[in-house]
């Protein structure tokens, strides 16, 4: 639309992104899970990886996803 010019800023930066943003709050390697977006990564899991709802439900567990979420999330799938 005529931008001159256009900057990025993220959260947090993948040190094994080939994109380098702008700014960024934090750089990390570990595996990062939003609130919003905890359905669409257990489809992801399950289909991609082969995990089982059960192995999904442990594996958020293991990485710090309230319970209150995952049981919000057993009633989705």
């Known amino acids: 639309m005529g931008a001159k010019e256009v900057k990025i800023g993220v959260l947090f930066h993948?040190?094994?992104s080939?994109?380098?943003?702008d700014w960024f709050v934090k750089r990390t390697?570990?595996?990062?899970?939003?609130?919003?977006?905890?359905?669409?990564?257990?489809k992801d899991l399950m289909k991609n990886k082969g995990m089982n709802l059960e192995e999904v439900l442990n594996h958020f567990r293991e990485v710090g996803i309230p319970e209150e979420e995952l049981l919000r999330l057993r009633q989705l799938i």
């Open 18 to 21: 080939s994109f380098e943003p």
């Open 29 to 42: 390697n570990k595996w990062i899970y939003f609130y919003y977006e905890t359905l669409e990564a257990a």
């Open 14 to 16: 993948k040190y094994s």
